[in-house]
DNA sequence: ACGTTAGGTGTACGCTGTACACATGTCAAG
DNA sequence: CTTGACATGTGTACAGCGTACACCTAACGT
């Protein structure tokens, strides 16, 4: 009699899987995924999701790997310079698509060899540019997860959330951290303006380190281990 | 009568909570720890500890706030470079004693006063070197968590974590990170060296964006908002 | 002597990841 | 056509989590 069923829910698959992840994080945020919202999402049983993906820790390795792939590679006439930093704000870019990324990274502790083949990519691009491996080694240490597209918020709280307590009052504040009210004035022209201009401070100090790459590589700079 | 009982137990304190929580993280491991782990550890019910920490949340921002407690104050006739680098890389040896506040920093939201307080320490060691306002926010924003004596470890997988997947052969290793494989090498003397020198990279990164900082001080820099 | 209160207890709820046994549907081999 | 294997989805169950809420008990100020 087959099935004339209300849902003729297609079949599930580990893509299928991950994609329907990466949207709900999208949408809800990465605290709020969990296999059993993931499994009602594809109107599944939450166990169904374990014949698709090892445990909640890989799924999240494949969103991981879902967001590398969407990084653009640099143009292929660029410098070291130009190419490593138009990587890396492609990957700002794809961060700023998906938000739960930044979580979910800096909670991995295995790499995915997608992952490592992005890491591979910056690297050669070092290496195109005559950096030694002793420098490229230090550099890649040196730019840490903002190879990723993201610096940790200084002062900004997670968007969307309240602070738990009223903590401080303004007098308080004035008068224990002037420096901090100080320069979180001198930042903004508005200086009613709340929050800070993420993108700004990346590439502020991206190039900052991308400078002192470049004057160390000039200098054929190395560790004397 | 009074009471012979078997277990003279000292009455609960926030600050015996909060240092229980400490030591107990210490040795455990963050991600070991739990209200109900750490009320055993106590002697007690879990819900007694919420007569002294409003959730866990507020425990572990007093954890964090007592390895800040721990931080040493910069010598008084150093300059702001110096006051700045020492400051930190006091942090980073409290850090080495409490592997577990990474990862608990790297969790807050919201910003404790012992927190403010310190950032405002950096502040001041900028502001006495003369830097504006304007250029410390910025430079605040570029150190971002290297403040707290960390940076992310970037090839270490998590100490005591064992790798989920056997992922990779050798051989595909070699075929398709060459450069990863190249700089891993590089960095050691001893070619089978399989960490790295973590202070030294932390360091390195560190004297780059103080560097950074300098020049653009000394050139009057600031941002054309 | 008595009401208030601070501190510890016990129970309970809803949430999490996931182990395990089971049902079903598809397909290859006999 | 039958049969057995395999892939896929289901259902039940368990241990763990944070914590709300009602309760008890001992100490203390009046």
Redesign the interface.
């Given at each position: 009699m087959s099935r004339g069923k209300s849902a003729p829910r297609p079949p599930l698959s580990r893509e299928r899987v991950v994609r329907a992840a990466v949207e709900f994080a999208d949408r809800e945020g990465y605290a709020a995924l969990s296999m059993r919202k993931l499994a009602d999402e594809l109107g599944v049983v939450p166990m169904a999701l374990y014949k698709h993906v090892?445990d909640r820790?890989?799924l999240v390795d494949a969103m991981v790997d879902a967001v590398v792939d969407e990084y653009e590679p640099a143009p292929a006439d660029a410098d070291w310079r130009e190419s490593v930093r138009a990587t890396i704000l492609s990957a700002r870019r794809a961060l700023a698509r998906h938000p739960w990324a930044r979580e979910a990274i800096?909670s991995r502790?295995?790499?995915?060899?997608a992952v490592?083949?992005y890491?591979?990519s910056l690297?050669?691009h070092f290496?195109a540019g005559g950096f030694?491996?002793?420098l490229?080694?230090?550099v890649?240490?040196?730019l840490?997860?903002r190879i990723w597209g993201f610096?940790?918020e200084?002062f900004n709280?997670?968007p969307g959330?309240a602070?738990?307590?009223p903590?401080?009052s303004p007098e308080e504040i004035v008068e224990?951290?002037?420096?901090?009210l100080?320069?979180?004035?001198?930042?903004?022209?508005d200086p009613t303006a709340t929050s800070?201009d993420e993108d700004?401070?990346f590439s502020?100090?991206l190039d900052?380190?991308l400078?002192?790459?470049a004057?160390?590589h000039d200098r054929g700079w190395t560790?004397a281990?």
């Open positions: 090892a820790e890989s800096e502790t295995d790499r995915t060899p490592l083949g890491m591979e690297v050669q290496f030694s491996a002793n490229t080694h230090h890649m240490h040196a840490g997860n610096s940790p200084m709280p997670a959330a602070p738990r307590e903590q401080l224990r951290f002037p420096g901090i100080a320069i979180a004035r001198a930042a903004h022209a800070c700004f401070e502020f100090a900052i380190l400078d002192g790459f004057r160390l560790s281990h």
